[in-house]
């Protein structure tokens, strides 16, 4: 991977924030679609719900606990948070906060 890119950077890099959720103004489905790799604190999540690299952190479900709405619970965790699309393999650019 790529260590020399900024989160603000063209086409090539990740949203601030991102979330799965269809109901969220953070959703992009075009985006989601390419595939985004997420890294928190040096290790390689694939349970990530939500993130924002800006204010370093993720959201993941809380076990299988659900809200009265039916909606997965989500845990907030703060941490260093990077992003990078899938579909550029080893090489692609990372979005990180400086």
């Known amino acids: 991977m790529s260590e020399e890119t900024t989160p603000t950077a063209g086409p090539d890099v990740p949203p601030d924030h991102l979330s799965i959720n269809p109901t969220s103004p953070f959703f992009d489905a075009e985006k989601l679609q390419r595939g985004i790799g ?46 990078w699309y899938e579909d550029l393999g080893e090489e692609a650019p990372v979005a990180k906060k400086d």
Not at 65 to 71: I, P, Q
């Open 38 to 83: 997420i890294r928190f604190k040096g290790t390689v999540r694939t349970n990530v719900d939500e993130y924002c690299i800006s204010e370093g952190w993720v959201k993941v479900q809380a076990g299988r606990t659900v809200d009265r709405k039916g909606n997965p619970l989500l845990v907030k965790l703060n941490g260093p948070v990077e992003a």
